[in-house]
């Protein structure tokens, strides 16, 4: 009886250290993810203006990464090689269009940091919904938290799950 | 901790019933032959075909974000390719022949692939011209014809529902994935099936057909294989078949039943989320019209680094992080392969992750593109619901991020904990498992390198 009920203690300490190794886990993922950070890390170089010029052709843009720095002024030229393309971006909404000889611009402040996709907006062919760009908005909390928050999920789980 | 949802008596009746089941099914031929003729006769800009805007958007959405993470195979009860086959097969389209009598030449699938090497195959070489068929709705309609063809020739050479069992492309996934869904059909108690002498579950009777997946339902201890089509609750004399609630994943944390052919199919699911999320959703231009240009010379080098990076180079990754903790851990009498067999149950929550990673970054950002083909399936101008018009608009496209890394961190922790189990059940200490948990930690970092960096 004494053996068994040494037993259950056991177990109910190590589910009770469990729960607060996985309580302790997840709010560090939180944290990680949401927690705000002081200014000095968030903005990086200091803004300036950016003009880029996007080539697009069916199906890529050139060049098919493109990045700034939090604060800088993007000015995006849009020029057209073959047909009408379209150019959006994920997460500003902003878009423009060009067609050869006429191309389209963009402007705006970069005041969200991460990646962003930026796509065709005007069907050109097959595979226009891949026709897809990158824009770097640096430096890239978004990705950074995201590896923090990978890398204590896995010691983490590691920690609830490593006894029985 | 389980519960019958088959008792509540509506349910029982609805499962019961021929009608509901043939009419979904009726209803999913409706859409699969409307995506057939779109692909032959519509427009070929993908995005105003129904073909390719309802399979591989709103039907692929449906089916990788919904059915399968929450309903298993449910899909595979409804789906309208096996069916025409199936009808054929029965002579009969709703309600059955009696003693649930079959009309085919009734041979068996060899034995030598009785399992889901060819599906492993099937979804390779749909895989491989997917950057093809997912954009050319000629492409799309050709497979889905070949699929049909396929099933119908299998139901009237082969026993019951072959084609589903062990030839279908999407059946292999959906049955290795089905193993998280919070759902299974088992029997309540198998005592019951012991004892029942006719066992009319697997070979029909007047009011239904025997397992069309080749089951014995007393014998059912994991999704893989069971398509939910129902037939079993119907036959079963002794009401002893349900459907039931049960703990997301219950069937990977059992040690026996994994297998090489299903640890492949896990790694190439994984791959190709990598392969689709670097070709399709990257910003290399250079890739897509590679993957694209089926017969030149960069596409011959694409093909190679695609059946290399899924047959040799992951597999050889995944095996060398098992034969670490091999290493590491006092060594055991199990042999590799079926360590790498049981250590591959992790690459289900964490392929299913990224797949829904994967899809959520193209089916939220095109999913409009359904409004104006309901419209206009076939792209010549019509009006039919007035939404013809409606433009492109992508769906909280800011918001991707912070769905998918969730997403991918669960299936993470799913998988490390199927890691520290599989040590445990094959006596390994805990260290054997942490080679694993690297390979799982560094491919989720890597998908998400791809979406966020």
């Known amino acids: 009886m004494a053996d068994s009920g040494g037993r259950a203690a056991g177990l109910l300490s190590i589910s009770r250290t469990r729960w607060w190794a996985a309580g302790i886990t997840l709010s560090l993922v939180l944290l990680a993810l949401l927690a705000p950070l002081p200014a000095a890390l968030a903005v990086g170089a200091a803004p300036q203006e950016r003009h880029v010029t996007v080539s697009a052709r069916s199906f890529a843009f050139e060049p098919g990464t493109v990045q700034v720095n939090l604060g800088d002024t993007v000015i995006v030229d849009l020029e057209s090689t073959d047909v009408v393309h379209g150019l959006y971006v994920d997460g500003y909404g902003f878009s423009t269009q060009a067609e050869p000889g006429?191309?389209?611009?963009?402007?705006?402040?970069?005041?969200?940091?991460?990646?962003?996709?930026?796509?065709?907006?005007?069907?050109?062919?097959?595979?226009?919904?891949?026709?897809?760009?990158?824009?770097?908005?640096?430096?890239?909390?978004?990705?950074?938290?995201?590896?923090?928050?990978?890398l204590i999920t896995a010691v983490g789980a590691l920690a609830v799950f490593w006894v029985r | 901790?389980?519960?019958?949802?088959?008792?509540?008596?509506?349910?029982?009746?609805?499962?019961?019933?021929r009608w509901l089941q043939w009419s979904l099914t009726a209803l999913m031929l409706l859409f699969f032959v409307l995506a057939i003729i779109a692909g032959l006769v519509g427009t070929p800009a993908g995005n105003?075909?129904?073909?390719?805007?309802?399979?591989?958007?709103?039907?692929?959405?449906?089916?990788?974000?919904?059915?399968?993470?929450?309903?298993?195979?449910?899909?595979c009860g409804v789906c309208p390719i096996p069916a025409p086959g199936e009808w054929l097969q029965r002579r009969a389209l709703v309600q059955p022949r009696p003693g649930g009598k079959l009309y085919t030449l009734g041979k068996q699938w060899p034995r030598a692939f009785r399992n889901i090497w060819l599906q492993n195959a099937g979804f390779l070489g749909v895989a491989l011209f997917s950057s093809v068929i997912l954009t050319t709705p000629m492409a799309t309609a050709l497979v889905l014809l070949g699929f049909m063809i396929v099933a119908v020739g299998t139901s009237l050479v082969f026993e019951r529902r072959t084609f589903c069992r062990?030839?279908?492309?999407?059946?292999?996934?959906?049955?290795?994935?089905?193993?998280?869904?919070?759902?299974?059909?088992?029997?309540?108690?198998?005592?019951?099936?012991?004892?029942?002498?006719?066992?009319?579950?697997?070979?029909?009777?007047?009011?239904?057909?025997?397992?069309?997946?080749?089951?014995?339902?007393?014998?059912?201890?994991?999704?893989?294989a069971c398509g939910l089509c129902t037939e079993c609750l119907k036959t079963c004399t002794r009401d002893n078949i349900a459907i039931f609630v049960r703990q997301p994943g219950a069937d990977l944390l059992k040690t026996t039943g994994h297998k090489l052919d299903e640890a492949y199919k896990g790694l190439i699911m994984l791959a190709c989320a990598f392969i689709y999320s670097t070709v399709l959703i990257g910003p290399w231009g250079v890739l897509k019209e590679t993957a694209r240009a089926v017969g030149t010379r960069g596409w011959f080098a694409y093909a190679g680094i695609f059946l290399a990076l899924n047959l040799a180079i992951l597999p050889g990754l995944f095996w060398l992080a098992v034969r670490s903790g091999q290493t590491i851990s006092q060594p055991v009498k199990t042999t590799m392969r079926k360590l790498f067999s049981d250590y591959a149950a992790v690459l289900v929550p964490l392929g299913l992750t990224a797949w829904v990673a994967f899809s959520l970054s193209f089916v939220l950002i095109n999913f409009s593109y359904a409004w104006s083909v309901l419209s206009d399936p076939l792209g010549w101008g019509w009006n039919l619901l007035g939404t013809a018009g409606?433009?492109?608009?992508?769906?909280?496209?800011g918001l991707l991020p912070y769905l998918q890394v969730p997403v991918l961190l669960i299936g993470l922790t799913a998988a490390l904990a199927l890691a520290l189990r599989t040590a445990r059940q094959h006596g390994q200490s805990p260290w054997a498992a942490v080679p694993v948990a690297i390979f799982c930690t560094a491919a989720t970092l890597g998908l998400l390198g791809l979406y966020l960096a």
Not at chain 1, 125 to 135: D, Q, T
Not at chain 2, 177 to 205: F, I, M, N
Not at chain 2, 390 to 397: D, S
């Open chain 1, 102 to 150: 006429r191309p389209g611009q963009l402007t705006f402040v970069a005041n969200r940091s991460g990646a962003f996709r930026f796509r065709c907006t005007v069907a050109c062919g097959n595979l226009h919904p891949f026709m897809i760009g990158k824009l770097v908005v640096g430096p890239n909390l978004t990705w950074l938290r995201a590896i923090a928050a990978t």
């Open chain 2, 1 to 17: 901790m389980r519960y019958a949802l088959s008792e509540i008596p509506l349910i029982k009746r609805v499962l019961r019933t």
């Open chain 2, 48 to 75: 105003r075909n129904f073909g390719i805007v309802f399979v591989w958007i709103v039907w692929w959405a449906l089916l990788i974000l919904l059915l399968v993470p929450f309903a298993g195979r449910l899909w």
């Open chain 2, 166 to 224: 062990y030839l279908c492309p999407v059946g292999g996934f959906i049955g290795l994935y089905s193993q998280v869904a919070p759902l299974e059909l088992r029997v309540k108690d198998a005592a019951v099936c012991a004892s029942h002498t006719e066992k009319t579950c697997y070979t029909g009777s007047d009011d239904g057909y025997g397992c069309p997946w080749l089951i014995f339902p007393g014998g059912l201890t994991n999704n893989t």
């Open chain 2, 390 to 397: 409606l433009k492109w608009t992508p769906y909280i496209p």
